[in-house]
């Protein structure tokens, strides 16, 4: 599950800061979006989702905002601990298709201490 | 916490040869897929699978790729005559159903890096 050799967007935040990590998504007829968190080696781990009906939905510690006007959702964690290192994809399931998921290319998240 | 496994982790085979990718959902999950990430790209989704048919497939999921439920329990991806452009990481996926929520979120199991020489 690594993304070696991709160029991914990165975000350095420092232990204790908020990260926020953004996504375009590319339909704008998506009804429902998900972000995951990959770590090196395994699959993509289940954080948040939203439908898009609503434009903020709350976790632990992890806020998700959508934005349907510019086709853009964002992930806010909540005082970011080292654990939170991993790469954060969101995706995105089209009106009409009944199950599969459309993935963005992910950024990667760095927690420095 | 209830795991979708996935075996083997890691798979070598020669171009040409069939393989025969495993997987167990969770035990009340109704929907069931496979994608597959190329190392250095995106996950991709190949197929989706629920009441023992196939519900949805991508463009990549041609002839030479197929599903399986042979029991209660297992979803197997079957990949007839590898090349080596198959050689990516493959995620199996299942959900309780399709809509939203923490319950039906996708759960993926952690892989099998097929390699393909």
């Known amino acids: 599950g690594e993304s070696v050799g991709l160029h991914l967007p990165t975000l350095s935040v420092q232990e204790g800061d908020n990260s926020i990590i953004n996504c375009a998504y590319s339909n704008s007829a998506s009804d429902y979006f998900i972000w995951y968190k990959q770590e090196s080696g395994k699959g993509p781990q289940f954080i948040i989702d939203i439908r898009s009906n609503m434009d903020k939905r709350q976790g632990q510690r992890v806020t998700v905002l959508l934005n349907k006007t510019v086709k853009h959702l964002s992930l806010q964690i909540a005082a970011t601990q080292p654990g939170d290192s991993a790469v954060y994809f969101c995706a995105e399931k089209w009106t009409g298709t009944a199950s599969k998921l459309t993935f963005g290319t992910g950024t990667r998240l760095q927690v420095t201490l | 916490e209830p795991e979708v496994t996935q075996t083997p982790s890691h798979q070598v085979t020669q171009m040409g040869q069939e393989v025969i990718l495993r997987c167990v959902p969770i035990?009340?999950?109704?929907?069931f897929y496979w994608y597959r990430q190329i190392l250095g790209q995106k996950v991709e989704f190949l197929v989706s699978f629920y009441n023992n048919e196939i519900s949805e497939k991508s463009e990549i999921f041609d002839d030479q790729f197929s599903v399986e439920r042979p029991d209660g329990s297992n979803f197997t991806l079957k990949i007839r005559s590898t090349k080596l452009e198959d050689s990516a990481m493959y995620f199996c996926?299942?959900?309780?159903?399709?809509?939203?929520?923490?319950?039906?979120?996708?759960?993926f199991g952690s892989g099998t890096r097929l390699t393909v020489v």
């Open positions: 035990s009340n999950h109704l929907y």
């Open positions: 996926a299942s959900s309780e159903g399709v809509g939203w929520g923490a319950s039906y979120g996708y759960t």
